[in-house]
């Protein structure tokens, strides 16, 4: 039995699969429904309206709805997609025990304890028939899948046939049929009525109640359920039924049994635990699976999909009886695959299909035999074929030679030879090696003769590497093996590897594990990592060097550098056996052959992109439809901004990325299509960081910000736009900002003029009377000795405010860096090639003209120009006469326009990746991506390579390591400061292949432990163990060169760990309480413990000499001489030596131990580091996958106590803190 999904809870009573959908109904004893998608393995709804059990549930075939009926005598109808209870039917008298729908009509049937059956209508709401006869609790009631017959089964002993055609004439409209019979009889009368359900058989032969009964879906067949421990197979036809067989195996009440909807098999569960497979031809049990402590209640199975369900005490699962994945294999333009009997092969050219060879059918005791694994060899035209690798005492494999001819219409039967092995797979042109059941791996000839032993590393089973090397499966990860040296090359870590997929040239490799997939060259070296939430089905490589694999429901495909995304969406898992070009070639469930289209454009735009070919991606830039947000952000991320400005439309979407590649013409065009006021205020933002006033300016006008503007001009010393900004305050009658201009220009006249029109007058004069404007000062000295008696004297040392006349009036814009084009700007430029151009069919060729030619609102405002744009030009004197500009061409137009003080075309540079960004491409280790300021994929690391889920003890490690990784220094005075990034690689790094300097050597490390120890011989135990923690969480952010470094790291963690167990373990114990008897033996036992942490010989003989004394104090004589003997071993100080024998004198004289521990020093242990109680060696226990501290069973899923950051127990692949060269 293979279970894919199961789920904890209260008592499942009731189980319903969706008919088209990955969900299913279970309704639990405390009166819950719960909604599952199996698929997903999640929980989609709950539904408790139900006041107690609920028994019966089941879902419409193609309507929104399911059905429930529950303790509370209430049959509930709801629509999942309302997610809510659309009406209740009342009726029943007591428990409802089975609801199901009719395949075609309206009805739901119902039986319940109040010994009747009832009919409703779901659409009018109301019960149609009543069957009564049973008298005891009827148990189930089942419409048939086609006919107008009811089953149902009760605790009276019997099973009752209804035949409800009366109900149905009566209460359905006439169909095709029934309208042909009334027109032929027009006149027939039926005085009596017709009985909407008579009792066509009764069915009697269990011999205690009947819990379930089944139609067969196709055949005139009927299985039931009985409390006499027998599941009984029924025939019927129109005149009669009888028994067929009695299965008997069960040896408590059988609770449900079904049919097999494909296959000729009955399933049925029971309370005794287990769920039997019955064969319908010899009656006999073929296989039974069993659960230790749950009996089952309920047994479902999917109406079209080998799937079923089993509802137990503590939840339910979802299993299968076999593996439907098909044997294949793939050479060159052809497939191989295993079907019923036969191996077929498949021409992906020509889709010729035929069988090449046909087996002998196995006699084993399987429901299905089929092959598991192909392996085909073309050079000797054979074929490998492997059964069941789960079972090492049932695996067998065939060896066959495949005919030269073949008849497709009669294929010859070939005998294989046939022997007993785990897995077998071809190593040369004449060999194949052999994982035999005692997990040896033997060499074997074309005529299937041992050649060589070889003693290889303990593993589960053996996949195809190349000519003389195999991959070797284990529990931890998957290992390259060289045949012919018998050594191990390389080993990546991946739990529960399932299939490994070569790529055509042999230079990639694929190990698919259950819910991730490892990528990795021929040496096994890993290159990149893609993790699922779902099953990993199978895969298969693209022409291009793509991974096309699939998962339960998706087709998805993953590139060399970890991206991934999804192709398509399955509704049907399929196995992938070839991809050519738009073509996925597949075999389904049922081992047949399929072709799916797909469109490879997004994965093999990715793919150029990252290969920087940019001939492909600009190719499929203009051809193909890549659309959609995932390729904008793709591009954007990979620093293409300029490439994702080609798909977008959205103005505000094209906006955001024309800043961010520096285009400003773009950014332009489409400010002004949205012109909004945020977006020309970054417009502005960006155009003057590069300098280009003249966008600047455009800018500030379109959003009326005169005070920005003023500046501007001030700048870049246009002395006469300011005068023209002082006029437009004027008329805007803006003093404060008109007085600004002024001063801006240093008219002297204007500001007293301004200040006096204010009412200025006192500042008026000190302003006319400092900068010498000795008449106006004396005409605003007589107008203020009319009202003051003195006149304010003016500073003698008085300065002129008067700003310093512009060396140079800029018209163009600020010199820029000059870059060569990049490869995608002449395809994806706008049609302008410069900003000077763009902005010359803007401007207005009288420039800003006289002052009447402002164009004002009525508040004073300046308005927008309707014929010209906004950029406002220097003014050209009438005596030009310059009446009509001259049409030039275009290309003339540009290039003058492009450059007065520049040479060629000016492309902003593209920023590139910062170097924290490369560090976190470059490196896989957490302290890199730390120090890089990636703390998310630091934490995501940390988690999937040592198991860690609680990061706050974290957090100061990460920013001191953070802090460190940058250097900070003044560059000029008044600037912001310029950081560096040092490398460790820095003699031979390019720019984008740096890493960060490590903060913390594993030298300074070893430093660290000596502080430790010295705190834990001063009996400082709690600033000892905060030490050693801080020891323990650094080394996982180191990075090391060496593979002594890894070790001695290593090393130095399994030293943290005994200590902080050790420590803790007695911190604790000093914490216990010591009055009772019970207490005192605790006390001694967590010493005895403490004893056997490996520690140094002076800490050591700190925790034997505890020991002794506690056990000596105990009487235990016998354990505390053993304590005192190892003391002497290790050579103590004289005093203490001589104590020690002392001691050692007097329990020899007594050697016996008056209380019994849990402590057995002679049987190996470690100590749990939660309970602290011994696990002695061959007991099951749960590692941290960080620290591998044991910890029992039942502490399985929490917290380290030890490293107090991971999961105990958690899958993990190991901690990396060395580059592989």
């Not at 019923?340 to 069988?355: C, M, W």
């Not at 002392?1142 to 057995?1160: E, G, R, V």
């Amino acid at each position: 039995m293979l279970t894919k999904f199961e789920t904890k809870s209260h008592r499942v009573k009731g189980l319903a699969f969706h008919p088209t959908r990955p969900w299913i109904l279970a309704s639990l004893h405390n009166g819950v429904i719960q909604l599952w998608d199996y698929r997903m393995c999640t929980l989609l709804d709950r539904y408790d309206e139900h006041d107690g059990p609920v028994r019966g549930i089941e879902f419409h075939s193609n309507q929104p709805l399911f059905v429930s009926g529950g303790d509370d005598y209430k049959i509930k109808v709801w629509n999942y997609k309302q997610k809510r209870c659309l009406f209740s039917l009342l009726g029943h008298l007591d428990y409802i025990r089975t609801t199901f729908f009719h395949k075609e009509y309206p009805w739901i049937i119902s039986c319940s304890d109040d010994q009747t059956i009832r009919i409703w209508n779901w659409q009018s709401r109301t019960c149609v028939s009543v069957l009564t006869g049973h008298n005891h609790y009827v148990m189930c009631a089942q419409f048939h899948p086609t006919e107008d017959l009811v089953a149902s089964a009760s605790l009276d002993q019997t099973i009752r046939i209804w035949d409800i055609s009366g109900l149905r004439k009566k209460t359905v409209s006439p169909g095709a049929q029934g309208l042909e019979e009334r027109l032929k009889n027009p006149n027939t009368t039926d005085l009596f009525g017709v009985a909407d359900a008579v009792v066509k058989h009764v069915l009697e032969g269990h011999d205690r109640g009947v819990n379930w009964v089944a139609f067969h879906p196709t055949m005139p067949l009927l299985v039931s359920a009985s409390d006499d421990r027998q599941v009984k197979l029924w025939r019927m036809n129109d005149s009669k039924a009888w028994e067929v067989d009695t299965c008997r195996g069960h040896f408590n009440n059988v609770s449900s049994a079904i049919f097999h909807p494909h296959q000729e098999l009955i399933l049925s569960n029971s309370e005794d635990r287990t769920i039997k497979v019955w064969d319908m031809t010899r009656r006999s049990a073929i296989n039974s699976f069993r659960r230790e402590t749950d009996r089952f209640w309920a047994l479902a199975a999917h109406p079209t999909l080998s799937v079923f369900a089993a509802g137990h005490d503590s939840g339910m699962l979802v299993f299968k009886l076999e593996r439907e994945r098909p044997a294949y294999a793939v050479h060159l333009n052809t497939l191989f695959y295993a079907k019923d009997r036969f191996v077929r092969a498949y021409e992906y050219g020509t889709s010729k299909d035929v069988p090449v060879m046909a087996t002998r059918r196995n006699g084993t005791n399987q429901y299905r035999s089929g092959p598991h694994v192909l392996s085909y060899n073309a050079a000797e035209n054979a074929i490998l074929l492997c059964s069941n690798t789960t079972n090492p005492d049932t695996a067998y494999y065939e060896l066959f030679a495949v005919p030269k001819t073949t008849d497709p219409t009669n294929p010859e039967v070939v005998e294989g030879k046939r022997s007993s092995g785990v897995a077998a797979v071809w190593v040369a042109r004449n060999r194949f090696a052999v994982l035999d059941k005692s997990h040896q791996l033997v060499i074997k000839n074309l005529r299937n003769e041992v050649t060589k032993k070889i003693d290889c590393p303990s593993c589960d089973t053996i996949f195809f590497a190349s000519t003389g090397h195999l991959l070797l499966k284990d529990a931890e990860g998957v290992t390259l093996y060289d045949v012919q040296q018998r050594r191990a090359l390389k080993t990546v870590r991946i739990t529960k590897a399932k299939y490994v997929v070569w790529s055509p040239d042999m230079s990639h490799v694929a190990l698919l594990g259950r819910n991730a997939l490892v990528v990795c060259n021929r040496k096994l070296q890993t290159v990149c990592t893609v993790n699922e939430n779902v099953r990993v089905k199978s895969a298969a490589w693209d022409e291009g060097g793509v991974l096309v694999y699939t998962t339960s429901n998706h087709i998805k495909y993953a590139l060399p550098n970890g991206d991934h995304g999804i192709i398509r969406t399955l509704d049907l898992p399929i196995y992938i056996t070839m991809v050519k070009g738009g073509n996925v070639y597949c075999l389904d469930r049922d081992a047949k052959t399929r072709v799916l289209t797909v469109d490879p454009t997004e994965y093999k735009f990715k793919l150029a992109l990252i290969n920087r070919k940019y001939e492909e991606v600009l190719y499929m830039v203009r051809n193909a439809k890549l659309v959609g947000q995932s390729i904008i952000a793709y591009v954007q991320q990979k620093g293409y901004p300029e490439v994702a400005l080609r798909f977008v439309k959205d103005e505000r979407t094209r906006f955001g990325l024309a800043l961010e590649c520096g285009n400003i013409e773009v950014a332009l065009e489409s400010a002004r299509t949205l012109d909004d006021k945020l977006c020309w205020d970054k417009l502005a933002e960006a155009a003057l960081m590069q300098g280009n006033h003249q966008v600047v300016e455009m800018a500030y006008q379109r959003t009326k910000n005169f005070e920005r503007l003023s500046f501007l001009y001030l700048i870049t010393g246009n002395m006469d736009k300011l005068r023209k900004m002082a006029k437009i305050a004027e008329i805007r009658k803006d003093v404060s900002s008109q007085y600004h201009n002024v001063l801006y220009t240093g008219d002297v006249t204007e500001r007293v003029k301004i200040l006096k029109g204010v009412g200025q007058e006192t500042l008026a004069y000190l302003t006319a009377a400092t900068h010498g404007l000795d008449q106006e000062a004396k005409v605003l000295g007589e107008s203020l000795k009319t009202h003051l008696d003195k006149l304010p004297e003016v500073h003698p040392h008085a300065k002129l405010l008067q700003p310093p006349p512009p060396i140079l009036y800029l018209e163009a814009n600020w010199p820029l860096l000059t870059v060569s084009k990049g490869y995608f700007d002449s395809s994806i430029a706008t049609k302008t090639s410069g900003m000077a151009a763009d902005l010359e069919t803007e401007v207005e060729p009288e420039g800003w003209g006289d002052d009447a030619q402002l164009n004002l609102e009525e508040d004073g405002t300046v308005a927008e120009s309707k014929e010209t744009g906004d950029v406002i030009e220097g003014e050209e004197g009438g005596g030009w006469e310059v009446e009509e500009p001259l049409e030039l061409p275009p290309d003339l137009e540009v290039e003058s326009a492009a450059g007065d003080n520049q040479s060629g075309y000016f492309i902003p540079p593209t920023k590139g990746p910062s170097p924290t960004q490369n560090w976190v491409n470059n490196s896989p280790l957490p302290g890199d991506h730390v120090m890089a300021g990636s703390f998310d994929t630091a934490m995501r690391l940390l988690n999937e390579q040592v198991g860690v889920v609680t990061f706050a003890p974290y957090k100061p490690l990460f920013l001191s390591a953070f802090a460190q990784s940058r250097v900070t220094f003044s560059a000029l005075p008044l600037l912001p400061p310029l950081t560096s990034y040092p490398q460790r690689n820095w003699k031979e790094a390019t720019a984008r292949s740096g890493l960060p300097v490590v903060p913390v050597k594993l030298s300074a490390l070893v430093q660290m432990l000596q502080v430790a120890y010295q705190l834990t011989t001063a009996g400082k135990f709690q600033e000892a163990v905060a030490k050693f923690h801080h020891i323990l969480l650094s080394i996982t952010l180191l990075a090391v060169d060496s593979k002594s470094e890894a070790t001695e790291a290593q090393q130095l963690m399994a030293i943290c760990r005994e200590y902080i167990l050790g420590l803790s373990l007695e911190i604790t114990r000093k914490d216990l309480p010591k009055e009772s008897l019970d207490e005192q033996k605790r006390s001694a036992e967590m010493a005895a413990y403490f004893t056997h942490c490996e520690l140094q010989p002076i800490h050591l003989i700190l925790t034997l000499r505890t020991a002794l004394n506690l056990f000596y104090k105990l009487r235990n004589f016998k354990t505390a001489a053993s304590f005192a003997r190892k003391l002497l071993e290790l050579g103590p100080k004289p005093d203490v030596a001589a104590q020690t024998r002392k001691i050692l004198q007097a329990c020899d004289k007594t050697p016996t131990d008056t209380y019994n521990l849990l402590y057995d020093e002679h049987n190996p242990f470690v100590t749990c580091g939660a309970s602290y109680k011994p696990i002695y060696r061959g007991k099951p226990q749960d590692k941290c996958p960080l620290c591998q501290a044991s910890y029992l069973p039942e502490h399985k899923g929490i917290v380290c106590r030890v490293c107090q950051v991971a999961e105990v127990g958690k899958d993990a692949k190991g901690l990396m803190i060395r580059i592989e060269k």
